[in-house]
T-cell receptor, first 109, second 114 residues
Framework: RKEVEQDPGPFNVPEGATVAFNCTYS??????FFWYRQDCRKEPKLLMS???SGNEDGRFTAQLNRASQYISLLIRDSKLSDSATYLC??????????FGDGTTLTVKP | DTEVTQTPKHLVMGMTNKKSLKCEQH?????MYWYKQKAKKPPELMFV???????INESVPSRFSPECPNSSLLNLHLHALQPEDSALYLC?????????????FGSGTRLTVV
């Protein structure tokens, strides 16, 4: 079993749709959690840190469920510009980062 | 300055060449990283420098040699590479290795080995 697993995708949604990605992790000692966005042939960019209390940034909401060991990313009112690969990253307390394989989102007009 | 700058952006090299990739950040971050990314795969950790000392080497072949001349600079020296080493090489930084509040990645060097 992989340490970090993401929805396989791809997700193809119309503009304006709401889409959710999940990511599960196996190491219960994991301490910090992030979502990155990566556009084709570009570098990953930090989208959001994920906290137990949940956090929201505009149309994006991230949640952490420590009991079930998963994190989620919700995108509301999808825009064409949201099309990208979304990477889940989980860190242990020693700072070791494990990347998920990524989920590809395509938002269509 | 909230950027990580990598040079060159593109590099084509023969299997007998020696080249270097460079990375620079001025955010005061004390951890710097080299990642390798193949198409449609997530980044794969190669090396971690913490406070200018090599902290992690993920069993990378010796044809890749990292160097951290100071807290702002990170190099990756390449020698006798193989075609399968062709990939996007990403440099990243974070505040500290143990206090990682998320990476700032450079735009990468797209390496082709011929």
């Amino acid at each position: 079993r992989k340490e970090v697993e993401q929805d396989p995708g791809p997700f193809n949604v119309p503009e304006g749709a709401t889409v959710a990605f999940n990511c599960t992790y196996s190491n219960s000692a994991s301490q910090s959690f992030f979502w990155y966005r990566q556009d084709c042939r570009k570098e990953p960019k930090l989208l959001m840190s994920v906290y137990s209390s949940g956090n929201e940034d505009g149309r994006f909401t991230a949640q952490l469920n420590r009991a079930s060991q998963y994190i989620s990313l919700l995108i509301r009112d999808s825009k064409l510009s949201d099309s990208a690969t979304y990477l889940c990253v989980v860190n242990t307390n020693a700072g070791k980062s494990t990347f998920g394989d990524g989920t590809t989102l395509t938002v269509k007009p | 300055d909230t950027e990580v700058t990598q040079t060159p952006k593109h590099l084509v090299m023969g299997m007998t060449n020696k080249k270097s990739l460079k990375c620079e950040q001025h955010m005061g971050h004390r951890a710097m990283y080299w990642y390798k990314q193949k198409a449609k795969k997530p980044p794969e950790l190669m090396f971690v420098y913490s406070y200018e000392k090599l902290s992690i080497n993920e069993s990378v072949p010796s044809r890749f040699s990292p160097e951290c001349p100071n807290s702002s600079l990170l190099n990756l020296h390449l020698h006798a590479l193989q075609p399968e080493d062709s990939a996007l090489y990403l440099c990243a930084s974070s505040q500290e290795e143990e206090r990682n509040y998320g990476y700032t990645f450079g735009s990468g060097t797209r390496l082709t080995v011929v």
